[in-house]
């Protein structure tokens, strides 16, 4: 098991950026392919974006590409999502991801995923 803390959350105006870590501890970080998702209150937790565990590859959901990049330190065990371009409709809870990998996969449901962090808001005011 790994364990997630993400960190980098608040209330920013549209138009701002924000940037979301997730640390991670435990088991060796770079063994895990890793995600970003988020939830609006009365919504579904949706996929914002996936990495594979070297950090090669990427996805991204359409509503995010062009704004949100994903990324990933693994010698700091820390996975990032760097976001511009702030709108109203991205405020939800954040939450970070891992899935163990043994072939640099990308995992974009969220059942792919059994470790979790608690999550962080982001607020975007119009």
């Known amino acids: 098991q790994v364990q997630l803390v993400e960190s980098g959350g608040g209330l920013v105006q549209a138009g701002d950026s924000l940037r979301l870590s997730c640390a991670a501890s435990g088991r060796t970080s770079s063994s895990y392919g890793m995600g970003w998702f988020r939830q609006a209150p009365g919504k579904e937790r949706e996929f914002i974006a996936g990495?594979?565990?070297?950090?090669?590859?990427?996805q991204y959901a359409d509503f995010v590409k062009g704004r949100f990049t994903i990324s990933r330190d693994n010698a700091k065990s820390t996975l990032y999502l760097q976001m511009n371009s702030l709108k109203p409709e991205d405020t939800a809870l954040y939450y970070c991801?891992?899935?163990?990998?043994?072939?640099?996969?990308?995992?974009?449901?969220?059942?792919?995923?059994?470790?979790w962090g608690q999550g962080t808001q982001v607020t975007v005011s119009s």
């Open positions: 991801a891992a899935q163990r990998d043994y072939s640099d996969n990308i995992y974009w449901s969220e059942f792919s995923y059994n470790n």
């Open positions: 990495i594979s565990r070297s950090g090669v590859r990427t």
